[in-house]
């Protein structure tokens, strides 16, 4: 099974605590050595590293450990290939533009008998189910709000109808992001933790790495990371319900259609994850 981590946050963080736990699980810790990848949302850019090798012992994967990139909502993904061959273009996570904004999506199951009708504007480079689903996706949301982005509530709902017609063909986490919210679907196994004050020390699962919040954050600051399995052996780590779908906004899961009041962003940020 592929492994996923996400982080969406209240104000531009680094992942590289994170990050050096999970890349471990490209081919140390675990068994999955068929690529990786990462995506940074900055405002409307992304930057994207992919790489076919086991995470574990790729050089970018090194550099983006030690590479302090701060941003609101990042994706992360180490592939355990099931379908397609272990190339570049099969490494997740893959990107495209819908409304003017780009999409990141990563995923984490398998999908048998499924053979969307793509249109053409939204097509799979690589040969995976996971990319078909991606353009299955996007293309879906495309045709169902012709007139742009619609609003978050409805967008939400949209995608949880997607989810169930997609996951029907079997294991279907994901998680998915244009920058402003970061949704994870919860196929069979997905958890997440919302870090704020009053912050503690965290010890990593996967490598013998200890980080105290409290040095490299300020009280304002919420930080929500999402994985496939917890990245911590210290802190309490809330598994999702399967056939769930969150969104996460500013460092925390959102309750879509309801009021919301949105945390002031500060730039720079402060602190890691």
């Known amino acids: ?44 850019g992304v930057r994207l590293f992919l790489d076919p090798q086991p995470s574990a012992h790729s050089p970018v994967a090194e550099l983006v450990r030690n590479y302090p990139i701060r941003s609101l909502n990042v994706i992360a993904h180490i592939r355990k290939a099931t379908q397609g061959v272990v190339r570049l273009e099969n490494t997740h996570p893959f990107q495209r533009e819908l409304w003017g904004r780009y999409w990141i999506f990563a995923h984490n199951g398998n999908l048998l008998d499924y053979a969307p009708e793509l249109s053409g504007r939204f097509v799979p480079v690589g ?63 997905l958890a997440y933790i919302v870090r704020q004050a009053p912050f503690t020390v965290a010890h990593l699962s996967d490598q013998d790495v200890t980080v105290d919040f409290n040095e490299q954050t300020t009280p304002n600051d919420r930080v929500a990371l999402i994985a496939t399995l917890p990245l911590t052996d210290n802190e309490v780590w809330q598994q999702m319900t399967p056939g769930s779908l969150l969104a996460f906004r500013d460092g925390a899961p959102e309750a879509l259609g309801e009021t919301r009041t949105i945390a002031a962003r500060r730039d720079p940020a402060t602190g890691g994850a």
């Open 1 to 44: 099974m592929c492994q996923l981590l996400g982080m969406n946050c209240n104000v531009p963080t680094d992942i590289c605590f994170s990050f050096t736990g999970f890349r471990a699980r490209g081919g140390l810790t675990d068994q999955h050595r068929d690529g990786w990848g990462i995506a940074f949302f900055e405002q409307r």
């Open 127 to 189: 040969c995976t189910d996971s990319e078909k689903a991606f353009c299955d996706i996007l293309q879906s949301l495309a045709a169902r709000f012709p007139d742009g982005q619609p609003s978050d509530a409805a967008l939400h709902a949209e995608l949880r109808e997607l989810a169930i017609r997609i996951g029907s063909h079997g294991e279907f986490n994901f998680l998915l992001s244009n920058g402003e919210l970061l949704f994870a679907h919860c196929s069979s196994r």
